[in-house]
């Protein structure tokens, strides 16, 4: 599976951002794909994940309610709509997938989950 973000920039504070994920190859293989972020200096975190298959959907604490994860299995994209940005929310961000299945409410939370990684799209917030 070969992953491309794109949609990254620059905001400004309070505003938005959709990033894209494009998946190819054997996309029928995944049950999750997730986004994650990683600013300088900090490791890598989770941001938010769905099931590919039913569509369920996971965040980080830090980001609910102002982002939303969603899919087209038809086009074989991922989105990341981000509201209300601030400086925090600046990083790159990385677009994951997982073949592997995962049953409960704690799944696909850690890097460690997801084999197929894009390359990132950078994210500025200007305050």
């Known amino acids: 599976v070969q992953l491309v973000e794109s949609g990254g920039g620059l905001a400004q504070a309070g505003g938005s951002l959709t990033l894209n994920c494009s998946a190819s190859?054997?996309?029928?293989?995944?049950?999750?794909v997730g986004w994650f972020r990683q600013a300088p200096g900090k490791d890598r975190e989770f941001v938010a994940t769905i099931r590919w298959r039913d569509g369920g959907t996971r965040y980080a604490e830090s980001v609910n309610g102002r982002f939303t994860i969603s899919k087209d299995n038809v086009k074989n994209l991922a989105f990341l709509q981000m509201n209300r940005l601030n400086a925090e929310d600046a990083a790159n961000y990385f677009c994951?997938?997982?073949?592997?299945?995962?049953?409960?409410?704690?799944?696909?939370?850690?890097?460690?989950?997801?084999?197929?990684w894009g390359q990132g799209t950078q994210v500025a917030v200007a305050s």
């Open positions: 190859g054997d996309v029928f293989l995944l049950y999750g």
């Open positions: 994951a997938a997982t073949p592997y299945y995962c049953s409960g409410d704690r799944c696909y939370g850690h890097k460690d989950d997801y084999p197929y």
